[in-house]
């Protein structure tokens, strides 16, 4: 079982990066899959989710600027980061969940992980 995470990148404020997750050896489609992320110093944080008829979650702080998105045909998740800020600089992980009733923003909730890609946000 395998998540791997691709996409991340120096760009400058208000620029805009996408980033990718392909899921393998398992069923993804009715997992919920989650992008988290963790700053320098700071706890891990949910950024935005999608269940497996794919509503979606976002914190607040990417409302309006990032849009997550699933391919289950091809075990994939996305997220499109636009209006990007120096906050937003932190490492991204792509996580999955199987099972039902699940808290989306909680990381406990997850079993799958992947290894996380850096993104960096220039002033």
């Known amino acids: 079982v395998q998540l791997q995470a691709s996409g991340g990148g120096l760009v400058q404020a208000g620029g805009s990066l996408r980033l990718d997750c392909a899921a393998s050896g398992r069923p993804f489609s009715s997992d919920a899959m989650s992008w988290f992320r963790q700053a320098p110093g700071k706890e891990r944080e949910f950024v935005a989710g999608t269940n497996r008829i794919s509503d979606t979650w976002y914190t607040d702080s990417v409302t309006g600027r990032f849009t997550v998105s699933r391919d289950n045909a091809k075990s994939a998740l996305y997220l499109q980061m636009n209006g990007l800020k120096p906050d937003d600089t932190a490492v991204y992980y792509c996580?999955?969940?199987?099972?039902?009733?699940?808290?989306?923003?909680?990381?406990?909730?997850?079993?799958?992980w992947g290894q996380g890609t850096q993104v960096t946000v220039s002033s």
């Open positions: 996580a999955s969940s199987p099972r039902i009733g699940i808290s989306i923003t909680d990381p406990g909730h997850y079993d799958y």
